[in-house]
């Protein structure tokens, strides 16, 4: 009986995919005649199979909007697939600001100075003539708070938390919000416009899709809901999809978590990174006021802003940049009629004093040249074999 | 010919030709989001199902070494990637739960009752799909989604006909069982 059944699934199955021979037809027809049973399993058969062939029928995509898309969320193609670190701690402030500027070059002040204040309680910041950009703050108090956003993204707001906007946000070609606290968000799916959340020191970007940011004291975890999520702490980028999650706990690394929320039994897949975390804190903020070179590249191509935020060094290890700072050093010293050139066998300058060949300069000749390279706290340039510290252009005299 | 192309690019993919990774990936997309979007039933997820196969894929690039067919390696990664979706989905998240409130009944807007039959016949079906075994319901899937014959799938994946005739009967027998009550 059993072996009757089966013969006659699987004729069921050629049949439907069209597969029978005449001979096998005939014999399901006599079989379907039997009884009103064996017509109801044709036509339960014929229903699934239908069904099933309908699921997939809809509109086209188009594959170039599609690759357009996919495109943002490709790893840089220079860059090997090994070194999707970020090198630098401050490029996570500096991204924050770059946002801004891609909204409105003026407006960036506004944002920057209302990092790290406490909760505003103004719905609205007043509007300023010199920009026609404002801020709008989303604050919720003892209830949750619901809200959609200008993008028709929606949030909803945990208890105390606040989440703040350009008012640009909708025409903004990188949609880009600052949360405090903790937040779902369901974000309205977008061709080419990636929307970004920093929550701490995070940043979170999507496409389109819904996820869930929490930020209890020095932490900040990020689930997804669904979609596809890029996270990116000060030096790492990792991609989260649904049912997972990525934590940041207080100074340290960002933390992979794989389907990780259920019954609270997150497994941890793996740090991945060193432990640069720490020196992040100790860190100035990145101005990028006193990086002119990276404004301009970022106001040609805004697009482009995470990878050229990533490439960016300001005398870091691009030798390039180096030379050129250090021969407008020399070029300066010798206009000045201070030095020729080819006499400086090494020099630093720092916010301290300016040495040169083991001597130091007068004050006016040093405060001259500080105003003039010193971009911020703690910069240094060095010619000659000086040891690395911190942040700023070192260079030894074979590589100028 | 379509194949040898791909090899080809693929070639070039390993040694980092971007130009030719954006050529596989529009050649392939359409049909692989409708595929995805067969199981899951949902569009910009289906397309970052793909994306996530395609972004793998160019990740690991150096490493990569096809040994059946593209287009079998192709399915089969966005048809994993789908199930393992579809799979962490059901997995109902604490959050969401959390977050109970009037955002989350406003996202799920119900379906109208007139529909609900059908409606609900695709969801128990894309469901069910998406629990058949690996090998099956990739075959089942190639077969109602990209509407192909036995034998092309028998080729593409490199198995027999007679498996490929044997897996969509117990396919059918498993959805059948499930969905009819």
């Known amino acids: 009986m059993k072996e009757i059944n089966n013969h006659i699934e699987e004729l069921l199955v050629k049949f439907l995919s069209g597969e029978a021979t005449a001979e096998e037809i005939m014999t399901l027809k006599k079989w379907a005649s039997v009884s009103s049973e064996n017509e109801t399993t044709l036509a339960q058969y014929k229903t699934i199979w239908e069904a099933a062939s309908n699921l997939s029928a809809k509109p086209e995509t188009d594959e170039d909007a599609a690759w357009k898309r996919m495109q943002a969320l490709l790893p840089d193609t220079e860059m090997s697939s090994t070194r999707r670190i970020y090198r630098y701690p401050w490029l996570q402030a500096a991204a924050i600001i770059i946002l801004v500027i891609s909204v409105s070059f003026l407006g960036y002040y506004r944002l920057f100075k209302i990092r790290g204040n406490k909760t505003p309680v103004v719905a609205q910041a007043p509007k300023t003539s010199i920009s026609d950009t404002s801020l709008t703050f ?114 340290g690394d960002l933390a992979y978590l794989s389907n990780g929320r259920d019954n609270g039994q997150h497994k941890t897949i793996g740090s ?66 201070i030095i020729q050139r080819d006499n400086v066998r090494d020099f630093k300058l720092d916010g301290d004093a300016f040495i040169i060949n083991g001597t130091r300069q007068p004050q006016d000749i040093f405060v001259a040249f500080k105003n003039k390279y010193i971009k911020e706290q703690g910069y240094v340039i060095c010619l000659g074999d000086y040891k690395k510290t911190g942040k700023g252009v070192f260079l030894l005299r074979k590589d100028l | ?27 392939h997309f359409k049909r692989l989001h409708a595929y995805a979007f067969g199981l899951i039933g949902d569009e910009s997820t289906a397309e970052e199902m793909v994306q996530l196969v395609f972004i793998r894929l160019w ?43 009037a955002l989350t009944q406003s996202l799920y807007v119900e379906s109208p009752l007139a529909k609900m039959e059908l409606a609900e016949l695709t969801k128990n079906l894309r469901q069910a799909i998406s629990e058949l075994p690996e090998q099956c319901g990739l075959i089942f899937c190639l077969s109602r989604f990209e509407d192909l014959k036995y034998r092309e799938i028998a080729d593409q994946l490199g198995i027999s006909i007679k498996t490929v005739e044997a897996q969509m009967t117990k396919a059918m027998k498993i959805l059948k069982k499930k969905l009819v009550a």
């Open chain 2, 1 to 27: 010919m379509v194949e040898s192309h791909d090899n080809n690019l693929i070639s070039l993919i390993v040694s980092g030709d971007k130009v030719a990774f954006e050529g596989l990936f529009k050649a």
């Open chain 2, 59 to 101: 990740e690991r690039r150096q490493y990569l070494k096809i040994h059946t067919s593209f287009k079998s390696f192709i399915y089969r990664s966005v048809h994993n990637e789908s199930i393992n979706f579809l799979k962490s989905r059901r997995i109902r998240t604490n959050h969401q739960n959390q977050m109970a409130g």
């Open chain 1, 138 to 251: 989303i604050v919720s108090g003892d209830q949750r708070k619901t809200d959609t956003l200008p993008d028709q993204s929606i949030v909803e707001l945990n208890t105390h938390s606040t989440l703040t906007y350009a008012d640009t946000l909708s025409v903004a070609s990188h949609r880009f919000v600052e949360l405090q606290g903790s937040a779902f968000f369901k974000v309205k799916h977008n061709v080419s416009r990636p929307f970004t959340v920093k929550a701490g020191r995070l940043l979170i970007t999507v496409l389109g899709t819904s996820f869930y940011v929490k930020m209890p004291a020095d932490t900040v975890e990020v689930s997804v809901e669904t979609g596809i999520v890029a996270v990116t702490d000060e030096k790492n980028s990792v991609l989260l999809k649904a049912g997972e999650s990525a934590i940041l706990a207080g100074k």
């Open chain 1, 272 to 337: 991945l990174t060193g432990n640069v975390g720490k020196k992040y804190q100790k860190e100035p903020a990145f101005d990028i006021n006193q990086h002119p070179d990276l404004i301009r590249q970022l106001m040609q191509d805004p697009q482009k802003w995470a990878s050229l935020l990533k490439n960016y060094s300001p005398g870091g290890n691009d030798i390039e940049f180096c030379r050129r700072i250090i021969n407008n050093v020399l070029d300066d010293l010798e206009n000045q009629g």
